[in-house]
């Protein structure tokens, strides 16, 4: 399955993808605004291990590769929370730094909320979060049609710096 757009297509991620991936994620710059389950650096090695998690997955995706003429540039997610959250997706994006300010993960992001909205009816509302160094990503949620919902403050660690974090979430 793939989600095609006029700048990306969101797609499985597959074999092959290793050392796109690696190119693209192992960037102290990418790995900052990501949760620490995100290693830096980002070597072969956690290429293969997480790629094998997901290669060979069967739809609905909660992964997608964003790609550029057909090579990884970036991914896109979701997870649906558990028990009495069940009707919430939380959702994320990473793309590789030659390709920010450029439309593509706010294409790709808007596409992956569209999916969740359309593949999973009982989904009522998909939430993200920003850390407060990360002004561009906001952006992104906003022209995803996300609403800040609040400011959650001294709420991680990231970098060594205990840090605010902005909730964002977009409703059915």
Not at 4 to 23: A, F, H, I, M
Not at 27 to 34: I, K
Not at 92 to 103: D, I, N, S, V
Not at 146 to 167: H, N, P, S, T, Y
Request: hydrophobic share 40%; glycine share 6%.
């Amino acid at each position: 399955m793939e989600l095609k757009g006029t700048k990306c297509t969101l797609r499985p991620w597959r074999q092959g993808d290793e050392e796109s991936l690696v190119r693209c994620a192992n960037n102290h710059n990418v790995s900052r605004n990501l949760g620490d389950r995100f290693p830096y650096p980002y070597t072969l090695e956690d290429a293969r291990r997480w790629l094998g998690e997901r290669v060979n997955a069967v739809p609905p995706f909660a992964t997608f590769a964003i790609a550029i003429d057909d090579a990884s540039v970036g991914g896109t997610g979701f997870d649906i929370l558990p028990e009495n959250q069940r009707t919430t997706a939380r959702a994320g994006y990473w793309l590789a730094e030659p390709f920010w300010g450029q439309g593509i993960v706010t294409e790709a992001f808007s596409n992956l909320c569209d999916y969740i909205f359309a593949a999973f009816p009982d989904i009522h509302r998909i939430e993200a979060t920003v850390y407060e160094w990360n002004p561009a990503s906001a952006r992104v949620l906003e022209k995803c049609g996300f609403a800040q919902e609040a400011r959650m403050r001294k709420a991680c660690i990231k970098d060594g710096q205990v840090i605010d974090m902005f909730l964002y979430a977009r409703v059915r």
